[in-house]
């Protein structure tokens, strides 16, 4: 009980900025990719026309969309316009992506592109609620099905990022990190003691992407700068994901709701 007064406290003191500083975590691997685009972007148009043999106009094209579409997505999300528009255009570009740089065959990658995946799920989640929150007194019946569903595929999703994060080094913190990481885990995809469980994560990846993925302390002109920073942005997403599940709750298809019926 005390674990849920304190984060009831936590809720009430940040329900104001959290749900704002979600999604801003959410769109910074699109917003840095982005921008990104711009200022690489002969080098990514010449990378899309040697892999594909494209040419520069279908591969100038590509990177086009990308600026484009992420950019534009990002400006929606934050400015609260359009949310389920600019959270259709950016599953698009991750699966573009996938395809584009070959992701579908690395796993390690794939996994962390489905997690970014779950997170726009939640935000289009929270979308949906707003959007009825005008109607609020009115009977909705099964109207909340679908952002259910929403949310627990969002919550599946996410837990791949840490699946990726998952050590097999026969030490003790290595063990330890491991069970504790998947205890965690499994609570949030089965949506008990998910709040809580979704705040921890939470504070554990923040410290591992900041020790691991401390891309400032790369000099610009080496490949692992942009390797780091490209991770580092794409874990504040997932990070994202998680503060919309620490702020929403776990949703109706989730142990905790199945808690209030018994």
């Known amino acids: 009980m005390s674990d849920n007064r304190n984060i009831l406290s936590f809720l009430r003191v940040t329900k104001q900025y959290l749900p704002h500083v979600a ?8 917003l840095e990719d982005g921008i990104r685009m711009w200022f690489q972007w002969s080098e990514q148009r010449d ?10 106009f279908l591969a100038s094209i590509f990177v086009f969309l990308n600026l484009f579409g992420q950019l534009s997505g990002c400006i929606l999300v934050l400015s609260r316009n359009f949310v389920q528009y600019a959270c259709f255009g950016l599953f698009g570009i991750i699966a573009l992506q996938t395809i584009a740089y070959s992701i579908l065959w690395d796993l390690k990658f794939l996994m962390r592109n489905l997690a970014l995946g779950g997170g726009l799920l939640l935000l289009l989640a929270e979308s949906r609620s707003e959007g009825k929150s005008m109607f609020a007194g009115v009977p909705t019946m099964r109207e909340s099905s679908p952002k259910q569903y929403m949310q627990l595929g969002g919550r599946v999703l996410l ?12 030490n003790f913190f290595s063990i330890l990190q491991n069970i504790v990481g998947t ?10 003691k998910t709040k809580l469980a979704a705040l921890t994560l939470v504070i554990w990846l923040f410290g591992i992407n900041i020790y691991f993925n401390a891309f400032w302390t790369v000099p610009a002109y080496k490949p692992m700068h942009d390797f780091l920073k490209y991770d580092f942005f794409q874990t504040m997403s ?8 620490v702020a929403l709750g776990p949703g109706g298809v989730s142990m905790d709701e199945k808690k209030k019926e018994w």
């Not at 999604?23 to 699109?30: G, H, P, Y």
């Not at 990378?47 to 520069?56: A, K």
């Open 183 to 192: 205890a965690l885990i499994i609570l949030v995809a089965i949506g008990f």
């Open 23 to 30: 999604r801003l975590c959410l769109i910074s691997t699109f």
């Open 47 to 56: 990378y899309i026309d040697g892999t594909w043999n494209c040419g520069y």
């Open 159 to 170: 837990v791949l990022m840490f699946m990726t994060l998952l050590h097999f080094d026969m």
């Open 238 to 245: 997932v990070i994202g994901g998680l503060l919309l599940v």
